[in-house]
């Protein structure tokens, strides 16, 4: 297998670098009429859209992997990924409607949503649909796997995204993110279970103290972090809101990642043979003190404005190493 593009190069204008698979719906956020009468205002949202637009602000090649509504939901989402330079080379076209996220803000500023999501788009994608995609689905040497949130927990999307995670891993570089939404989980034990596989699965996992709370309850986060490692992930991303975050990886602890990753480069892991122990896989990140202070300055640019909407790059600007 190539070892994949070298930091820096350039990926060929039909690759992405990132291929970010899962949800992608629309927010109706809190607003006030003219007159002062609520009302909810669309945004576009969802985990991994979110990361897909972001990544696409910041100018990496990045392919989201969902099926988009051809309701106008749908087109709002369309147009929102093509005006941030995310590709639509991995968006399947769907009749049924988009999935929906009514926002409710807490008294701490930190929102809480109500998910209408039965028998919507990116929730119906099944492994047959991977076979309209470019090459049947396959991914290209040296693209990035990105998968997270309710996309983890919805089915059929769920079990779709599990076969593609344990095709994907050890080929290339996986991160995972659960955005948990403990809600929508109707069997916790199963979702603690199968939630387990994949942290062993992937190169990077980040998580919040919010998914930790729920994830493992009373145990401090330094000993999660040392488990998934232990598992098998390469590099474990902790996130505490407007405290700062920490890192973990094998061997040590640190206190716009994804376009860190890009620009260092994205080597795939050497390819396991079988009946040999399951080898350790480089998460290509660098330092992750400069990865975090990357990303914190991106999320905090981002904490700006509403909803999410990283910050563009320009050329002009220098790349952070």
């Known amino acids: 297998m190539s070892a994949g593009p070298e930091p820096g190069d350039q990926e060929p204008a039909d690759q992405p670098a990132v291929v970010v698979a899962g949800d992608a719906l629309v927010e109706l956020t809190p607003a006030r009429m003219a007159e002062g009468a609520a009302a909810f205002q669309p945004r576009r949202g969802g985990s991994c859209l979110n990361v897909a637009a972001g990544l696409g602000r910041l100018r990496v090649p990045t392919a989201l992997l969902a099926r988009?509504?051809?309701?106008?939901?749908?087109?709002?989402l369309r147009a929102h990924l093509a005006a941030f330079g995310t590709r639509l080379t991995h968006a399947l076209p769907a009749s049924d409607p988009t999935t929906l996220a009514a926002v409710q803000l807490r008294e701490d500023g930190s929102a809480a949503s109500s998910f209408y999501a039965n028998g919507t788009a990116d929730r119906g994608l099944c492994s047959v649909h991977l076979a309209a995609l470019p090459d049947g689905g396959a991914l290209s040497a040296g693209t990035a796997l990105h998968l997270g949130s309710l996309g983890l927990l919805l089915e059929p999307l769920g079990s779709t995204l599990d076969g593609l995670i344990r095709r994907e891993a050890g080929r290339r570089l996986v991160s995972l993110d659960p955005n948990v939404r403990p809600g929508l989980i109707p069997d916790r034990a199963a979702y603690l279970r199968r939630f387990a596989e994949w942290v062993a699965l992937a190169d990077v996992v980040r998580a919040s103290g919010e998914d930790l709370?729920?994830?493992?309850?009373?145990?401090?986060?330094?000993?999660?972090?040392?488990?998934?490692?232990?598992?098998?992930?390469?590099?474990?991303?902790?996130t505490f809101g407007s405290r700062a975050p920490r890192s973990g990886g094998r061997g040590r602890r640190h206190g716009g990642s994804g376009r860190r990753l890009h620009r260092r480069g994205t080597r795939p892991p050497a390819p396991r043979r079988p009946a040999q122990p399951r080898r350790r896989r480089r998460s290509g990140a660098g330092d992750p003190t400069r990865l975090l202070s990357y990303a914190v300055e991106i999320a905090a640019d981002t904490c700006t404005r509403a909803g999410a909407q990283p910050p563009y790059h320009h050329d002009d600007e220098p790349i952070p190493v």
């Open 68 to 76: 988009l509504s051809d309701d106008h939901f749908g087109d709002l």
């Open 213 to 238: 709370a729920w994830l493992r309850p009373h145990e401090p986060y330094e000993a999660v972090a040392e488990r998934w490692i232990a598992s098998g992930a390469g590099l474990v991303l902790i």
